[in-house]
Structures are given as structure tokens and as C-alpha cells.
């Protein structure tokens, strides 16, 4: 391979949160520990945005910076070439994060008290954006069906049709359960939405991360002009390139009207404003028009990983079942064989395996039991973690 993805990095003492969560919880976890929790990866930053954020800082002015033309094009183009839909430049607003966008959404388009739907187990910053917002959180657990998941069409239907309920927050490719949904699966859930008048906002943020024999859709691919109106697409080069320190996300809104009430609400809170970090606008560039192998070699990485902690968690923990991973780096494993308590589970895994992840229950109570493992990082990392893992079960009696 061209690029890096086999150095271990230490992260320790320089403010990375994931690293910072699991000294925390134990000040003296072993030195080789790496954490496999919060969705950043343990790989260094493509090269092409080093070089361009190292000539970025030899300017030596950071003042307030609007986004030029050359950034607007970079985010559209990389739509164009990597997901095969146009964009428009007048569709895009920006925000550090995709996180705020949705907070900012459900603010913009419901009411105090309105429902807003959720399909659990999901990124379990969409429950805080409605509760925090004082709306009611309406939720269609997604089913799972041999070890794959699906949405409930016929419960999505119900929660729709309550009265109430204005907006319906979609995870495409799915956090946590890995899925890629396919194109009649999101034309169903727009008819029942548009039915319903429940505008959809579609958190992409995933979308370039997608395994082989898979196909990322953008929500609109599906959808005629006359119901765009109804959609926000969120997406960032944050998850892709490992960027979200940089806080850079681009938010497609095709509807005037949508977008006009999103951008108010934005002005009247204060949340989000006009510009980035001053960091994000030559990181994104770069990403977006230089980085397309390092890219390509990194899903190879993240398919490779996958397929090997999932061929040894099922032959030496044949009771952990583990999802396909379609899309994300995040690894969806069910622990519910072992008969654990959540609590009993989530210690487990902290002082007796050794590991830091995250645990299923943060995205629902349909999580429970479940571990997700965040796949972005070193082979050898992986594999100690799963050493540890296994001979933790055998000491308990779990294998």
C-alpha cells in the first residue's frame, strides 16, 4: 500500500477525547491499551492535508474566514464524483459539526412538544437534539432479521401518522448497525413520510465509507425535485478523513423554504454561524480534490479489518454474533448469549478484557447487550484487543 494505516499512535496527553474517556475511567489501564470507542480512527491525517494545512499556517494570519469559491466546488465536486448527485452551490450551509445541524434542525422545523422520529439503535446524539430541544422523541426500533438489520416499515407508518410528529432524523449508512440502506428501502421511507408531511434529515456523514459490494444513496437520488423540500443531507469530511477536530460539515438543503427557516433558526440561537474554523476550509479542500487513493486504500483496510475480528470473534466466542458491516468503520457485535447484566457487561469489557468501546445500550435500549468496536485502526491493534477479549472470556467461563 501507498499509504500508512500499520503505526501505532500514542494519543495519550493531547486532549484526544476517546483517549482522555479511558484514562478517566482508569488512570492505570496498561500502556499498549488503545481505545476502540468514539468514531475518530488511530491513523495518521492523509498527507495531502497535512501539506496543505502546514502551508495554510506559514501565511501567520488566523482571522475570521468565509468560505471561497474554491472550497464551495470542492464539497460539490466531491458529491458529484464520489456519489453521482449535483448539489447545487445555494444549497449549502455550513457547521462545525453535523451533530449541531441536527440540533439546529429540530429546533428550525418542529414545535415545543412536537415528535420527532428515530429508528434505535442509533448515534445516540439524535435522542439528546430532541429531548434537549423539548420534543418528543418517537421511536421505530429497527428489526433485526437473521443478523442483519431493517427498518419497520409498518411501525415507521404508525409513527408518522401520529399527529403530532413533523421530522424524522435518518442515519444513512447506519451508526451503529452498519447498514447501507438500498434505494427501494429509502423510496418506502419517503412515501411514508411525504404522506404524512414529515420532513427527513438525512444524517450522510458515513456516506464515503462503504464496504465492497455496497452502494452508498444519497436521500435525494430517491426523491423527484417537487419533494425536495422535504430533505437535509448532512455530511462532512470529518468521519471520512478523520478531520473532526477541524469541524467542517456541509449541510444541503434544496428547499428554500427548509433552508430559510433552518438558517433563521441557526441566527436566532446563535449556533451555527456563516463560517468554520479557520483550519477547516484548506483541510476540506484538500480532502476533497487530493485524497481519493488514500481513500480507496483505506476501505480496503477497513474491509479487512472487519472481515478478520469478525471470523475471530466467531471462532474462538462462537456466541458472539457480529452484523455485516455494509458502511461506517464501527462493528456491531451482540454479546447477549453471555447472559450479562448491562451493567456487568459494560465491566467486563473496561477491567477485565481491557477494552474501551462503546456500549450498545448508549444508543437505546434495543442496544443492550450489544459492543460497538470501532475498526479504524492498526491490524495489531485489533488483534491484542481481541486476545485480551477472549482471554478474559475463557477466565470467566463466557467461552
Known sequence: ??????????????????????????????????????????????????????????????????????????????????????????WATLSPGVVPAIFNAVRAFTEPVEGVVIQTPVYYPFRLAIQKNGRRVVTNPLVERDGRWEMDFEGLERACAEPDVRLLVLCSPHNPVGRVWEKDELRRLVDICLAHDVTIVSDEIHDDLVMPGHTHTTLLNVMEPAEWEHAVICTAPSKTFNLAGCQCSVIYIPGEDLRTRYLRAAEETAAIGGMLNTFAYPACIAAYTQCDEWLDELLQVIDANAKHVSTRLSSELPGVKVADLEGTYLLWADFRSWGLPTDELATFMKEEAHLYLDDGILFGDEGAGFERINLAAPASVLDEAIDRLVAAARARGLA
Not at 464551495?72 to 466531491?78: I, P, R, S, T, Y
Request: hydrophobic share 40%; glycine share 4%.
Open 1 to 90: 500500500m501507498t499509504y500508512d494505516f500499520t503505526t501505532r499512535l500514542d494519543r495519550r496527553g493531547v486532549g484526544a477525547e476517546k483517549w482522555d474517556a479511558m484514562l478517566r475511567d482508569d488512570a492505570n489501564v496498561p500502556a499498549d491499551v488503545v481505545p476502540l470507542s468514539i468514531a475518530d480512527m488511530e491513523f495518521r491525517v492523509a498527507p495531502p492535508i497535512l501539506e496543505a494545512l502546514r502551508a495554510y499556517v506559514s501565511d501567520e494570519v488566523m482571522g475570521y474566514t468565509s468560505p471561497t469559491e474554491e472550497f464551495v466546488e470542492a464539497c460539490l465536486g466531491w458529491q458529484r464524483r464520489r456519489h453521482d448527485w449535483e448539489p447545487k452551490s445555494e
